[in-house]
């Protein structure tokens, strides 16, 4: 029966706001089936019939209408408006990421300068687990702390595969390093938003996340490459491995505890970059691991590019090489600073409140406390949007080798056309994560988590987990869960602060399979059509990270209490 005349309010003919309904079927299993189904839609397209990403995208977009619509009530033109905000939003911010980052790999390829930086690299170390630790991990953290949204896969991604890794390495371990800093990522906004949206106290909040995530930045770098070169492959540099995650992990956890989350990931990726960097002065492995392909099957192994002869450089060409990566990171920073954001949005920033769907929808217990209208404000945030950065340092990084403006603006846009068809992608899935938002379904998912009573320390984990899978974003996650959360800790009496925190922890894992960071690893390594080998690949490594969060959130609710005392 459709549940419509149940949760709308009319004024004489006009719609005035339409009241989200959990469990419209008045059966929790059959209505929590309903709503995973635009997900599952998606992702089995992806991964199990091998349909083009776009096409898959569309297909989860279209289910998700039909489910808001017949199964939830939410009035048609709402769905409509609620998909069509969330295709914006795909394209402003993350889809500009995206494309400005390949332009700037597209400008150094094309100028020679991308095989000298390559070279440098390999001059540190010619063993490929290495230069995942440095790249995918720490250089990876560094640009997950300054920016987030994406850029960290695009960047990380692009210079490995520079490097010969096969596109599934370079795509999958990307994705898989990008887990660990992400609770802190873009200067700690998704913990600054927990707090601000949620009224959980920040330091307290951010010093829990920071006694969770330290002992997975201590194993990812193990995980990582385990994942690339097997056990044997992995121990072989386990000296290696445990200086770079223990020089990440120990700065993550006093700056966390003591300082607060804006510089958490920045810090410790250059305390953990410049440890590794020290330690290879006075360690080398005693076999170098050349192969740049994933140990066991890889199916893009053919499409690996063979390790070439390490060539020397002048200081003046090394200088030249790694000058548009130091522009980059310097503009990146500048534009994740909220003083400079605040700014440029108050030179332009104009804001469109999406008319049919802006206070229109109302969220209700025991979601919320108390019945809460939804906004749908969309900012035109084009100056102080990461992606602008990334576009003005490739500009000035192209000015400074030598292009003209005729060639940068053709190189602009044949980067463009190479890139279209994931540009439509990250819309329609972050218009599908924005539908499923609107229309409760995936308010409905995290209930579904919320019901299992004293294991919920491990399921509400899997619940930020869901989160981030949904929509992408850690911080995402956190404005959807994280009243949920709360309010069930405060019922079973565990402490809000780490349920909250673990809503973000476990959100971390879910990065990697989310349907836009995806997309990013297979545009940056130029393997399109590829996204669901890619998804396949790093869903095991989602789910058994996650659940390792969830059992270790578990210990601390039950086992460890003492990890709960608040550090003045």
């Given amino acids: ?177 990008n887990t660990a800093p992400v609770a802190f990522g873009a200067l700690g906004t998704p913990v600054i938003t927990l707090a601000k949206v949620h009224g959980y106290d920040l330091m307290e909040v951010t010093a829990m996340i920071g006694r969770q995530l330290p002992f997975f930045s201590l194993l990812v770098p193990f995980w990582l490459i385990w994942a690339f070169a097997g056990r044997k492959g992995m121990m072989e540099i386990w000296p290696a491995v445990l200086v770079t995650g223990v020089s990440f992990a120990i700065p993550q956890y006093l700056v966390s505890n003591f300082i607060g989350p804006e510089l958490v990931d920045i810090i410790a990726a250059i305390i953990s970059m410049a440890c590794l960097v020290a330690f290879l002065r006075v360690w080398q492995p005693k076999t170098v691991w050349t192969s740049p392909s994933l140990r066991g099957h890889d199916p893009s192994a053919a499409e690996a590019k063979p390790p070439q002869p390490v060539r020397q450089h002048s200081r003046q060409a090394l200088i030249a090489a790694w000058t548009p990566w130091v522009i980059l990171s310097v503009f990146v920073f500048i534009w994740g600073l909220p003083s400079v954001k605040a700014w440029l949005n108050g030179v332009f920033a104009p804001a469109f409140p999406m008319q049919g769907l802006h206070q229109m929808i109302e969220k209700v217990p025991p979601v919320v406390p108390v019945p809460t209208k939804e906004g749908a404000v969309y900012t035109l945030n084009l100056l102080s949007a990461t992606g602008t950065g990334i576009l003005l340092s490739a500009i000035v990084s192209a000015l400074v080798m030598k292009y003209n403006v005729v060639a940068i603006v053709r190189t602009f846009f044949k980067t463009l056309w190479l890139v279209k068809y994931s540009l439509l992608t990250i819309v329609l899935m972050l218009a599908l994560g924005t539908l499923t938002r609107y229309s409760g379904t995936d308010t409905t998912l995290g209930l579904a988590f919320a019901n299992t009573g004293v294991l919920y320390p491990f399921f509400g984990t899997l619940m930020g987990w869901l989160g981030v899978a949904l929509t992408g974003s850690d911080t995402a996650s956190n404005v959807l869960f994280g009243g949920m959360q709360k309010v069930a800790a405060e019922q079973l009496g565990l402490s809000p602060n780490l349920m909250g925190a673990a809503n973000s922890s476990g959100g971390v894992m879910g990065k990697m399979i989310d349907a836009q960071s995806i997309v990013v690893a297979s545009t940056a390594t130029r393997w399109f059509d590829h996204e669901g080998d890619i998804l396949r690949y790093v869903f095991f490594h989602s789910i058994a990270l996650a659940c390792l969060v969830g059992l270790y959130v578990t210990l601390q609710a039950y086992v460890w209490p003492f990890s709960l005392m608040v550090v003045h």
């Fill in 1 to 177: 029966m459709c549940p419509c005349p149940l949760n709308l309010y009319i004024d004489g003919d006009k719609l005035m706001v339409w009241q989200q309904i959990y469990d419209p079927l008045g059966n929790m299993v059959i209505s929590t089936a309903l709503a995973s189904l635009p997900v599952v839609v998606m992702l089995a397209a992806l991964g199990f019939f091998h349909i083009k990403a776009h096409i898959a995208a569309g297909m989860g977009l279209v289910t998700a209408l039909l489910v808001a619509i017949l199964v939830y009530g939410m009035p048609a033109d709402m769905a409509g408006r609620a998909a069509l905000f969330g295709g914006f939003t795909g394209l402003l911010p993350i889809g500009w990421i995206v494309l400005n980052i390949i332009f700037l790999h597209q400008l150094t390829e094309q100028n020679g300068s991308f095989a000298v930086l390559q070279d440098s690299l390999s001059g540190i170390t010619e063993d490929r687990r290495i230069q995942l630790l440095l790249i995918a991990f720490c250089f990876g953290a560094f640009f997950e702390g300054a920016a987030g949204f994406g850029t960290p896969v695009a960047v990380t991604a692009a210079i490995l595969i520079g490097l010969g890794f096969s596109p599934l390495a370079a795509s999958g371990l990307s994705l898989i390093a």
